[in-house]
């Protein structure tokens, strides 16, 4: 039986905490666990935080918390996870933590990252052979930074001692699911009732909406073009592919491209694909290049044409401005003074 499945009679779990953390997903693990202990009698789950220099963390919406230690304190925990946010991609990587967490893997303890968390666990190459998760915005670039890890778009993961999930609600979702797995599907209820969250979801569930409900278009051969489309960013079919996979002609796909969004469904296709680039540029650090043959430009020139005329910079203006903003609001400028948290 995996880690997960052991019932001991403690569980200690030790949050990592990265600066920008999402405090929505934070939270969403403590308190499922909190409330588990309310109703066990016990204090059956503990849990401590730590910053890899144990200094008080930023959350991306400019709270502070006060960790318990710094990471050199840490040694030992049932489950870990790797707390982080937003800008995931310039964190530098820690090499103590590097350390902390393969040791734990090969101890054969449960850990894992919630949010973003998992570009962290990849590139400590922790995740090489293993099935896991990732917020929906930063999917695209996970897949393209590292083609060879299980990727998939569900709200949480569990793959033999390692957990991931989309943070958000899904942290929720997921502590319900461990503690389903250690004391039974009653307590998850029980628990979920509190909060009332009436709807557990499995961790196969879809991160975003559908097409439809995103869109607001319930014609089925125009959200079948669109699926194909975000299939076929790097490889882009020709509108007359596109067509006769939903069996229509290219005249009627692009009458109801025109109805629906007042554009032909070659120009909704570039505003894709350029959408897309602008997404890889800013949470990767990949040559302009790379990401104009990703988004299917076979020149940075025409690329660069495109972009420009989208987006009314050039791709390399767009991740020099990105890294600028980002590197501001670390630096705190223009900030106001952040309300602090205590988690003991």
């Known amino acids: 039986m995996s880690a997960i499945g ?22 969403s693990v403590i308190e499922p666990l909190r409330l588990a202990n309310r109703l066990i009698g016990r204090e059956y789950y503990r849990w401590n935080t730590y910053s890899l ?19 050199k304190e ?3 925990a049932d489950i870990t996870l790797l707390c982080s946010g937003i800008d995931v991609e310039r964190l530098p ?26 570009y962290i666990l990849a590139r400590y190459n922790l995740l090489n052979g293993r099935r896991c998760t990732i917020h929906w915005e930063n999917l695209r670039s996970l897949r393209e930074e590292f083609p060879d890890i299980d990727v998939t778009s569900d709200i949480f993961a569990i793959d033999r001692n390692c957990i991931t999930c989309a943070g958000g609600m899904a942290s929720l979702d997921m502590m319900l699911r461990l503690i389903a797995i250690q004391h039974g599907a009653y307590l998850a209820h029980e628990i979920s ?31 079948d073009a669109i699926r194909i489309m975000d299939m076929h960013i790097e490889d882009p079919l020709s509108c007359q592919q596109l067509a006769m996979t939903v069996n229509l002609s290219p005249r009627q796909l692009e009458r109801l491209f025109r109805r629906h969004f007042n554009c032909t469904p070659g120009q909704y296709y570039l505003r894709l694909r350029l959408e897309t680039a602008r997404d890889l540029l800013r949470r990767t650090s990949r040559p302009v290049l790379d990401v104009a043959l990703a988004c299917g430009f076979a020149s940075t020139s025409h690329f660069t044409k495109c972009y420009r005329e989208r987006f009314l910079c050039t791709p390399t203006e767009e991740r ?22 205590v988690v003991k």
């Open 53 to 71: 220099d144990g200094n008080p963390v930023s959350a991306s919406n400019g709270c502070q918390i006060a960790v318990d230690y710094s990471l």
């Open 320 to 341: 020099q401005s990105y890294q600028w903003a980002n590197s501001n609001a670390r630096n705190g400028a223009g900030a106001t003074h952040p309300m602090r948290l």
């Open 193 to 223: 009732e509190v909060y009332l969250y009436q709807n557990m979801r499995s961790g196969e569930s879809a991160q975003r909406h559908d097409i439809e409900a995103r869109t607001g278009i319930s014609n089925a051969k125009i959200l």
């Open 93 to 118: 990587l820690d090499h103590d933590l590097g350390n902390k967490l393969r040791r734990l893997n090969a101890m054969g303890r449960t850990f894992g990252a919630i949010c973003t968390g998992a």
């Open 74 to 76: 840490f040694n030992d």
């Open 6 to 27: 052991k019932v001991e009679p403690d569980q200690t779990i030790a949050l990592v905490v990265m600066d920008r953390f999402s405090m929505n997903a934070f939270a």
